[in-house]
């Protein structure tokens, strides 16, 4: 099997897969319980949260656990409309969100918000002028992601927050860092808000991470018992936080030499495919090495990902995570329907070896030449 797929989701890492089993085995108690095994739970618990703010430079408190990044996004999202409403309803994102944020969006506009959609260059860079035209007084939040899922595009969120904040400083900057974080460095000190989930870096599914500076307050949505944490109340997955705990500390760990191994492998796989005439290669000077897309010329995308398929091969046609038939991000890049009607992503891990992009590159051509009716 070749495994290019890596963000849509990870394999679990071992040493991970090994802390989650050990967890629910020696700490099933419920943190929220005022007995012994509640408070071995807990203080384990708060030990890895410990570890993850120290990992981000960041307060405990500012960690809340969510069961994923689209349930990490809607708590920030609506959590901040919410509690903001009385004093605007004016909200922005850009065009190169995941859907999870453009459905939340969608929902607030049914209550009344009004939802701006700040520009990019054609390098899928945030447009600063626009970004800067659009912000109003009643504008509570905007919302850029980090990294963009499909094209791998990394926005300058220092620079972001400034504008936002020279602009309106009490609109508040969410990051959806869920294609970022493990891949490329990040600060949660350039933002008020951020998103993230521990099967991106090869933790388990079912965990994730709103990030909430201490300054910022937002509303609850949802409702329950429990005292851990009022966003997110009810049984605290202790197994699951201490599991992306370990996850957080090892993707964090040898981001830039990973970065550049993932870089050639990247540059080989676009030497080998930029040959073929029905072939663009979807690639900015801002697209991290993880994330290669591409578009196809006059062959469907899903019977390419088929065809791949035969050879064990696994990649994604759009984001895993959307039906949409265009692709969005390629559209506000490079406001092309053509080339956003067909795109293939595969991506990138240190886990990826030579001898597999080697083979990657071997069947793509085979494929390819069948579907396109080329003959050697
Ligand atoms: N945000 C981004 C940028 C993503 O790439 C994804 C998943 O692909 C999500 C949010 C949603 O993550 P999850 O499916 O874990 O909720």
Known sequence: MIYLDYSATTPIGFEVLDTYNKTSKDFFGNPNSLHELGVKSKNLMNSATKQIAEIFNINESEITYTDGATMANNLALMGVAMHEHKRGKHIIVSKLEHPSIYAICTHLETLGFEISYVGNDEEGLIDFDDLKKLIREDTILVSICAVN???????????????????????????????????????????????????????????????????ILISPILFGSGKTNMLNPGTPAVPLIVALSKAVRLATTDIEKRERFIERLNLKIVDALKKYSGVMINKTKYSI????????????????????????????????????????????????????????????????????????????????????????
């Open 289 to 376: 090495p993880h994330i290669l897309n591409i578009s196809l010329r006059n062959i469907k995308a899903e019977t390419f990902l088929h065809a791949l398929e035969e050879f064990e091969v696994y990649v994604s046609s759009n984001t895993a995570c959307s039906s949409a038939t265009l692709s969005s991000s390629v559209m506000a890049v490079y406001n092309d329907k053509v080339r956003a009607s067909s795109t293939l992503r595969i991506s990138l891990s240190h886990l990826t070896t030579t001898d597999e992009v080697n083979k990657f590159i071997s069947y793509f051509d085979q494929i390819y030449r069948k579907l396109s009716g080329l003959h050697n």
């Open 149 to 215: 899922s499909e094209l791998g595009i990394r926005q300058p969120l220092k620079m972001i927050r400034q504008i936002i904040k020279k602009e309106n400083p009490n609109t508040i900057f969410h990051s959806d860092m869920t294609q970022a974080v493990g891949k490329v460095s990040v600060s949660m000190h350039d933002v008020d808000l951020a998103t993230f989930t521990a099967h991106k870096i090869y933790g388990p599914k079912g965990i994730g991470v709103l990030y909430k500076n201490n300054n």
